[in-house]
């Protein structure tokens, strides 16, 4: 058997030796065996947990399967719980949370990136400055801010525009989208700009379609952050009606619901992440090679 | 007279000229302004204050200083988060290396690893920690108990022991952040040259000699930038014991970053929050000092 070594310090001459194939085999297996066992094993097995009874989940005996697997049950504990409610309103922070990013991100990005008016490199020095400080310190003053917004005085408690305002916020999706419109050609932006067509024109119809693995990327990241946000939206939102799921995960350990009810549940919370990641690995996987070789 | 015109002309240009930009980034600018500079400088502010609820009353010196240094938890909790920090390292720091190592020899099943090594980074941070507090649970329905009572052993209250509840929660942060960071270095070890390790076979290096060779020192840069980073992140973990614990048992898993919150919106006291957030503040500082100074070393070696 021949072995087609590329990128790692293994080559395929060392592989026709037998120490090397051991070395290269036993690898393999234990990425194999522990990637499964730690990474996905846990998933699997709360996920079984759940379907077990109380009294099963007791018995030393009982195995690690559950008896029987009730699909019915998770239709039970999905209205017991009105996780319904919960989708809704984490979805709509989601949309919220990825149009802030783009729209503000993005445009500062193309500023940066292809405007350049006067001033921009004071602007993109201090945003690079504050990725690397410290952030201790500043939630008061954040809650302050939303609580009574300067100058505006605008209450933001009980909403989701606090959660969008920080999304807008973001400064490592700003440089990252900079970084991206960097390698899109001038010249086509020039040509546009000769035309006549306003800057809006040019980023909605030049820069988002050439620029579409960015987009794809920033929105994925932004979604699966909104799914598992959990902080401001516990501080600042009490109405039942607009808790989001990462704060109702974290509620549910101080339910009344049984273990395997609360085990269930958190079904729903990976759930849409699980989906988003089954379809878009690729592009999720890649946005890490985006941030890694420009950032 | 017609000096002036001109200038005021030039100036009218400039302004025509650049006002469709900053309008665009108005709004960025705007965010930054709000969320991120005024705030880290009105947290200063605020500490040298005295505050009733969120209101500022008075100016208060030092005394903020004063009170949360000379809190009876103030010692615990910065030894306690010193600990989140050496074990985050201990645990977390070389493992998404060795996996990414690990992963870049294979050229079998590879895109297959690098899936499962994400899977537990691709879920909601909140529902990781869920699932980790169930499999600690204390009783026979946690993971880990039902593993050692399946030897015979006698379960263990995992969460509740308090010597070592900041690993385990630390465990938990590993489980969940690891599969992003290996992304990163198997990115950077993929832009390794296949010359570089040739030259070390050429020289009679065996396996192990052309990783400490010739990836190690590729990857220098980055590890230090992930350090830092790690640093910076668990040393003000707040939101991981909140959700685990609530910093306990008896305060040993609290940490600095949980006191600011509580502090804050616990015993309503935001003005002491604010003190010991810049006192956070001035330490990861100078992490961040000593981060440039080293980087800069790596890069004159790399020269």
């Known amino acids: ?295 | 007279m017609k000096m002036g015109k001109n200038k005021s002309i030039r100036l009218g240009n400039i302004i025509i000229r650049n006002l469709p930009g900053w309008l665009l980034i108005f709004p960025a600018l705007f965010c930054v302004y709000f969320l991120v500079v005024r705030t880290q400088i009105m947290s200063i502010i605020y500490s040298f204050s005295e505050m009733k609820g969120f209101k500022v009353v008075g100016f208060a010196g030092i005394d903020n200083y004063i009170r949360v240094v000379k809190d009876t938890m103030f010692l615990k909790l910065l030894l306690n988060t010193f600990m989140y920090t050496f074990w985050s390292i201990v645990i977390g720091y070389f493992v998404p290396i060795v996996l990414a190592i690990a992963i870049n020899e294979m050229v079998h099943f590879r895109s297959g690893f690098k899936v499962i090594t994400y899977f537990p980074a691709a879920l909601p941070g909140v529902a990781t920690i869920m699932l980790w507090y169930f499999m600690y649970y204390p009783d026979a329905t946690g993971l880990f108990n039902a593993v050692l009572m399946k030897f015979g052993l006698e379960p263990y209250v995992w969460l509740q022991d308090p010597q070592w509840v900041i690993p385990f929660i630390v465990l938990s942060m590993t489980w969940h952040g690891a599969g992003a960071t290996t992304l990163y270095y198997f990115a950077a070890l993929q832009g390794v040259s296949r010359e570089l390790y040739e030259a070390a076979i050429i020289d009679g290096a065996g396996f192990f000699r052309r990783i400490r060779a010739v990836a190690f020192p590729h990857i220098s840069g980055i590890s230090l930038l992930f350090l830092v980073r790690q640093i910076l992140a668990v040393f003000s973990v707040m939101e991981q014991p909140l959700q685990m614990t609530d910093g306990g048992p008896n305060n040993a898993s609290m940490s600095l970053g949980l006191q600011t919150y509580k502090y804050a919106f616990v015993q309503m006291k935001p003005q002491l929050s604010m003190a010991l957030g810049v006192i956070m503040f001035l330490i990861l500082c100078v992490v961040t000092f000593m981060y440039f100074k080293l980087n800069k070393k790596i890069e004159e070696n790399n020269m």
């Open chain 1, 1 to 295: 058997m021949k072995y087609k070594m590329d990128k790692g310090a293994l080559t395929s001459t060392d592989m026709q030796q037998t120490k090397y194939k051991i070395l290269y085999w036993s690898i393999f297996t234990i990425l194999l065996v522990g990637g499964l066992l730690i990474c996905v094993f846990p998933v699997v097995w709360i996920i079984l947990s759940g379907f077990k009874d109380a009294n099963e989940m007791y018995d030393l005996s009982a195995g690690f399967f559950p008896k029987k697997i009730n699909f019915g049950k998770i239709a039970e504990v999905w209205n017991a719980m009105n996780f319904y409610k919960y989708y809704v309103s984490t979805f709509v922070m989601a949309a919220g949370d990825i149009v802030f990013t783009i729209i503000v991100g993005g445009l500062a990005g193309y500023v940066l990136s292809k405007v350049k008016p006067i001033g921009y490199k004071i602007f993109f020095a201090v945003l690079f400055t504050l990725t690397l400080m410290p952030a201790t310190g500043r939630t008061v003053p954040l809650y302050m801010i939303f609580k009574n917004f300067p100058y505006l005085h605008i209450n933001m408690l009980e909403s989701f525009w606090p959660m969008w305002l920080m999304a807008a916020t973001n400064i490592f999706n700003m440089i990252l989208f900079k970084n991206f419109f960097d390698g899109v050609s001038n010249a086509i932006v020039e040509a546009a700009r000769i035309d006549g067509a306003p800057n809006l024109k040019i980023f909605f119809k030049i820069m988002v379609p050439l620029s579409m693995p960015i987009f794809w990327v920033v929105g994925l990241f932004t979604f699966n952050g909104a799914m598992g946000e959990f902080f401001w939206p516990y501080l600042l939102i009490t109405e039942p009606d607009k808790t989001v799921l990462g704060v109702q995960v974290y509620k549910l350990k101080s339910s009344t619901f049984s273990m395997d009810y609360q085990m269930l549940a958190l079904i729903f919370a990976m759930f849409p992440q699980i989906v988003i990641f089954a379809l878009f690995q690729k592009r999720i996987m890649g946005g890490i090679n985006v941030g890694a070789v420009k950032g």
